[in-house]
Every structure is written in structure tokens, then in C-alpha cells.
């Protein structure tokens, strides 16, 4: 007999308690084509509708077997709420940021006072509301968001990179904006029952802007987000694409309970560097999940495993083409993983 | 202005991000009779070049990359205009593109801004570019390297067709192919057949170019 629900066992494991064994889950984006087949509903519908979008994150436990269920499935509706160009995206696909709406500081004034039913930001809210209305007294509800460092960069587009060096009031003004609505719209995911927050922030990596800039634009927005879900107990978890090894100390310092490793990190090197949140990761989500076979990717999870990580993993989103049995073999090493 | 203070002043204002500097010495440069090319590689280019080398030792971030690039540009759009380059010594040609459905491009803008400052002529398709295009451009322009990248998985296959699309054509063996992005790792570049995969800009850059030399010059007929 298993000692906890799987709700209990995530919530436990994210904040680094003690566990009778490891939990099943990707913190990424779980969505792929044979899910899609086996339960009918498909990208990018399942992106649009809030009962498509159930269905398919509902696929990942029924299907899968991953103890949680998790929604949205990709990290743009954030910045089409605000009225970015999305190119759509297809079946194996998710869809993409275009074009960018923020180019002055009056452009941000402009932004504020949303209205968060709005799109695909309600959209997400109500599949959350439908999700644990159906698993939430057993299977962790996670919900799912661009972190503000990242929507920044879609509101701004890649000169966002440079306005943090060259102009600061603009760059905290921005940040003040994205992490406000970050924060609103978690606690809004909360509200309709989502109980983990994840916070995907692609580009708010320490590799690619520095420790300086990322102290300074990055971690007091993470931080404030982590309190407010903190107030609510709601678990965070942080995913940072690249090798973030020397900057997991930083990242760590927002508070956040749990940091999700991409692929690149040496698990062993990060377990060194990273003092109290919990470490998740680091499958490769392309050439161990996507591209190897069920006895490959068991091979892999086990020197993940040996390496200490806490929960196994994803390094990041999964690919859509991903085969069934690859994850499930992903899931099957951590469901008989003690620690 | 000494001819050498212009050179090392563009140098500086590339390492330092000052694109309005870097085009009034640009400017300066042709006035007081500098040679453009030299100004341009002795001046421009080794400011980047400088910069990536920060870069790779964590001493520099994609904020200043950024800023030194656009340094760069604003002078080489003043000097380049001016360079007059005889036979053996034209330049080389870059065909570079973020892969169909991949609309990132902050990478590609990295490598074809390294490229450019080891003498590339670079042709940027730009991004989310439908594999045809590459092969139509590389043809049209008898291109020496095209250089293909995708930060998305879910992207990865279009880079493997790009490859494809030019064995087909007949004309794979007539350039050199580089990939690049985050999900792609050297397995998969020879997988696809293609030539190289480099992590880092700058050593893309200089593997093209040395690359390219290795390509005989009659090969497009
Ligand atoms: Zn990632």
C-alpha cells in the first residue's frame, strides 16, 4: 500500500519532505501525438478549448500513467493575452510568438488593467477548474506559465535583451508588468484548483544575460511570484532551458521550492551547487525520450537515478512525437525509485 | 586621426556597444583615406571577435554580444559599400535561416553576426524559412556554406530535409552545411549529412570559412 496519494507525494517531495518514493510527473509539457490519437483530442485544438485541453492533460495520467495532470501545453497564450502575433500551431507543434506589442514605456501603461477571463489565459483557467474538479482530491494539479523574464522577451521581442543594459526604467517597468500579471494569473490557476505551480522561463537564463543582469531583472520577479504561492501552499517549481549549473545558487535564491534541470546540467555537479531546492530532470527530451527505446530510456533514468536526482524527469518539454512506451518506461523507473 | 587610433577606436566601439561611435569612425575612416577592408577586419570584426571570446569565458552575456553587433553593422553598412575586392579575393557566401516553423532567431542573428565579421557575404533568409528557399538561394547565389538552425525539437526534422533538398538537387556537394540551435547535438548533424555542428558562433564562423576554401572555386560551372 502506497503511504501517500499522489497529491500527497508530490506536494511533499517539491518542498524536499520526506517521501515513501518517488513521484511520476513531468513538469514540462507533457503533450504528444499518440496521446492525442488515444484520447481525441488534438493540437491545436486541445490549445483553444478548455474541454480538448482537459482531455488531453487528463491523457497523461490515464494513458501515461504520470501521477499529476498539467496544463497548458505550450507558453504563448500569456503573450498572445496580450496581443502578440501567434503563429498557430499545428498537430506536432506548438505555436509560436511572432511579434511583439511593447516598445515604450507608455506601450506597457497601455497593458495594464486586464481582464484575466479573457483568451486562452481563461481557457486554461477553466480545463484546470474541469481537471480538479474530476482528480483534484488524489492527483496533483499542475498549472503552468511563461515566467516574466520570458513574456518580457515576447512582449519586446529580442531587443528586450539589450533595453535591460540600455534602459532600466524600462526594463523594470516591463518586468513590474509581466510578474503582476504572473501573479495574478496564478493565483487565478490556484483558485479554479490547480495546487503546483510551474514557472517555465525560457530565456531568464544566468548563461545567456549574466548573474548581474539576472539578480538584478530576474530574481526578486521569481521571488514575489514563489511568496504569493507560498501564501496560498502552493509548491513552485522553476524550469531554465541550458546548462543553469552555475547559476542554480542564484536561482534557488528566489526561494523557489523546486528547480527543473535541462538536459545539459551534470545532475551530480548541480546536486553539489544547489542548497535547498529540490532537483527535477533531466531526461533529453530528444535523444533519450524521442529517439531511444523503452530499455534506452531505462538505461538512462538509472544513471540519472544513481546521479541522486530527486525526481526523474523531462529535461525539458517533451517532444510530440515522442513514442508512449518511452515515457512510460520513464515512469514505471520512478514509481520504483526509493530513496 | 591617426589611421591606427580610427582602427583601434572602431575595435572599442564594438567591444563597448557604441553604434553611433562606430559610424562616425566608419565615416572617419573613408575621409581620411583608411582602407575600408582593413578597417573593417582590423577594426570592426576583431571588436567582435574580442567580445565572442568574452563570451565564451562568461565575462560578456547576449546583451553586450547584442549591442556589439549592432556596433558592427552601423560601420560595416558605412565601409563595406567601399571595399573593392579583385578575383580570388571575392567574398564568400553565407546562406544562413532559422528552419521552417522555428520563429526564434536570436541565434542565427549570433552566427550570421560572427560570419559577417570573418568576411561572409551573408544572405539571411530570416526566419521560420521554408526549406525550398534554402535551396533555391544556395543555387542562385552558388553559395560556399548554408547554415540551417532551430531551437525547437519539434523543428529538428525540417533541418534533416533541408539537407535532403539539396543532395536531390544535385548541388549538396557544392556547399559546405552547418547546423545549430539548442536541441541539435553533432550525432544528429551527421545523421542528417551535414557537415558541422559547433556550439558556439564564432567557431562556426571559422570553421566555415575554412571550409569554404576547401570548396573548388570553378564548382558551379
Ligand atoms: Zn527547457
Redesign the interface.
Known sequence: MDEYTPKERLARALRGEKVDRMPAISVTQTGTVEQMEACGSFWPEANEDANKMATLAEAGHTVIGFEAVRVPFDITAEAEFFGCDI?EGTK???P???GHVVKSIEDIDKLKGYDLSKGRIGVVCDAIKILADKYGNDLPIMGSMIGPFSLAQHLNG?DW??A???DEDFGFALMELTTEFNIDYAKKMVENGADTMVIIDPTASA????DE?YQKFVVPSHKKIVDAMRDMNVATVLHI??DTT?SLTLMESSGVDSISIDQSVDVTNALSKADHAVLIGNLD???VL?KMDPDGVKEASKKVLDDGIRIIAPG??I??NTPNANLQAMVEMAKDHKY | MEENEIINGLTEAVIN?KKDVASELAQKALDEGVDPYKAVIEGLANGMEIMSDKYDK?Q?????L??AS?AMYAGMDILTPHIKLEGADTKKVLVIGSVE??????GK?LVKTMMSAVGFEAIDLGK?VPIEDFIKTAAEKKADVVSVSTL?????DNVGKVVTGLQSQGIRDKVKVIVGG??I?P??AQEIGADMNKPDAMEAAKWALEAAGTLSPDRWG
Open positions: 503563429k506536432q507543434q506548438q509560436s510568438v511572432v529580442d535583451f539589450m535591460i543594459m540600455t548563461m545567456l544575460i549574466g543582469f532551458c541550458g552555475p527530451p530528444v535523444s524521442w525539458c518539454g517532444v510530440s | 556597444g562568461k560578456a552575456f547576449i546583451p553586450h547584442l549591442l549592432n516553423g522555428d520563429v526564434h532567431d536570436i542573428n521560420d525547437m525539437t519539434s523543428t529538428m539548442a536541441p547535438t550525432d544528429f
